[in-house]
């Protein structure tokens, strides 16, 4: 083989381990069946919150997998695959399903959050919850509400001592 194109394979598989190691999430997707239109639009929406669409060799993946600690994610790695790579550890997951109800050729197959393996089931489950902001959210919603509640009781006091 050549000494360039074995640099090369190295680079890439240095470049996916690292990727594996620093993301907060990945999840692995297979697009066979996907046209190009549909393919430019999953990327589109993925661009828009910030993560990585990429095609790799699965040989390539999968050496990146083990070396990243994640061996159980190579049998994941079989036929036609993207990764998608995120700091988020919802963003991927939550917008690889939604594309995929609307696009039943699009696969989830494994992911990776915050360090742990999951199979499509777990991935499509964290598919649902809701992006950072929206839980940031909901936790001020909860924190805001007792003093609400409690504003409100004060002021139905104060409205019953002027009656």
């Known amino acids: 083989m050549n000494k360039e194109v074995l640099t090369l394979k190295e680079q890439t598989v240095s470049e996916i381990t690292e990727k594996f190691k620093n993301s907060g999430s990945a999840v692995v997707v297979e697009y066979r069946g996907l046209s190009v239109a549909e393919v430019t639009e999953l990327r589109r929406n993925l661009r828009a919150e910030n993560v990585d669409y ?5 040989t390539l993946s999968s050496r990146a997998a083990e070396a ?9 790695l079989t036929g036609p695959n993207a990764i998608a790579f995120s700091e988020d550890a919802v963003a991927p997951a939550r917008i690889l399903a939604k594309f995929a109800k609307t696009h039943d050729k699009l696969v989830i197959k494994a992911g990776i959050v915050e360090g742990s393996v999951l199979d499509a089931a777990a991935v499509n489950d964290i598919a649902k919850l809701p992006n950072r902001d929206g839980m940031i959210s909901m936790l001020l919603g909860c924190f805001q509400a007792p003093v609400r509640d409690f504003a409100c009781v004060i002021k139905a006091v104060a409205d019953s001592k002027e009656a």
């Open 54 to 58: 990429k095609v790799y060799k699965n």
């Open 68 to 76: 990243a600690g994640y061996s159980e994610l190579t049998n994941s």
